[in-house]
């Protein structure tokens, strides 16, 4: 047995030996978002099948307005927001958990005075997202 | 597509629909633990390859001393807690990731004033624990 196992210590919404990225690489429309791999992509973590990732959105931001077959398990951890989910929209605050189900449209806003923070777990191996204009 | 997106809301560490379960029904050793999962079994869910579970464990209280095959992502959200994982022991507070890797002997202990309460994710379908004792 190979013992990868370990503690990520949280320091303000980074954690110990986990990268701050940009959100996405290509020029799609998003504004003042951040994201985080907190468990699944490190060496060793190869046996997950999943993600664990981190996103910040900051106060006036939001993530692309997009859809993908792949699910979605989020849950907010910091700060106000609000999630498209095809037609409706929903207010989002800590510990609240979002699903969104394989391809509905879906955006995050960030609308209170500090970012809005959210967990969200997919398949390590997913379609990618199709961006909604 | 059948659009099964939603939110669920957080109160107080319970969430809407969502059961408070026994952590085992088997007579295994624990002590003051509950479950919640929060994503990935309800109706419209099955798109999900993974669950997100809520464990909780009152002041004093500890899950069982076990390991299995499949990894845990977990992500601690309240109190504080010490996790056993192999030969080591960690402190955990809010925030904290821990990566159980396959075949790890593990368990959680609360050690705060408060329940710890930490979301575990796992794969759907997994191995059972193998308890130590």
Redesign the interface.
């Given at each position: 047995?190979?013992?990868?196992?370990?503690?990520?210590?949280?320091r303000s919404?980074v954690?110990d030996g986990v990268s701050v990225r940009a959100y996405k690489t290509e020029g799609v429309p998003y504004k003042g978002v951040t994201r985080q791999t907190?468990?699944?992509e490190a060496a060793?973590?190869e046996?997950?099948?999943?993600l664990?990732r981190y996103f910040e959105i900051e106060p006036g931001g939001y993530s692309t307005l997009e859809r993908h077959e792949?699910?979605h398990?989020v849950?907010v951890?910091r700060g106000r927001g609000r999630?498209t989910?095809?037609e409706?929209m929903?207010d989002?605050?800590?510990?609240?958990?979002?699903?969104?189900?394989?391809?509905?449209t879906?955006q995050f806003r960030a609308t209170g005075e500090e970012p809005l923070g959210f967990?969200c777990?997919v398949?390590r191996v997913r379609d990618r997202p199709e961006v909604v204009s």
């Amino acid at each position: 047995m190979d013992d990868r196992s370990k503690v990520l210590k949280f320091r303000s919404f980074v954690w110990d030996g986990v990268s701050v990225r940009a959100y996405k690489t290509e020029g799609v429309p998003y504004k003042g978002v951040t994201r985080q791999t907190l468990l699944g992509e490190a060496a060793g973590e190869e046996p997950f099948t999943f993600l664990t990732r981190y996103f910040e959105i900051e106060p006036g931001g939001y993530s692309t307005l997009e859809r993908h077959e792949h699910p979605h398990a989020v849950v907010v951890i910091r700060g106000r927001g609000r999630v498209t989910l095809g037609e409706k929209m929903f207010d989002i605050a800590p510990f609240d958990c979002v699903y969104v189900s394989p391809g509905v449209t879906h955006q995050f806003r960030a609308t209170g005075e500090e970012p809005l923070g959210f967990l969200c777990t997919v398949d390590r191996v997913r379609d990618r997202p199709e961006v909604v204009s």
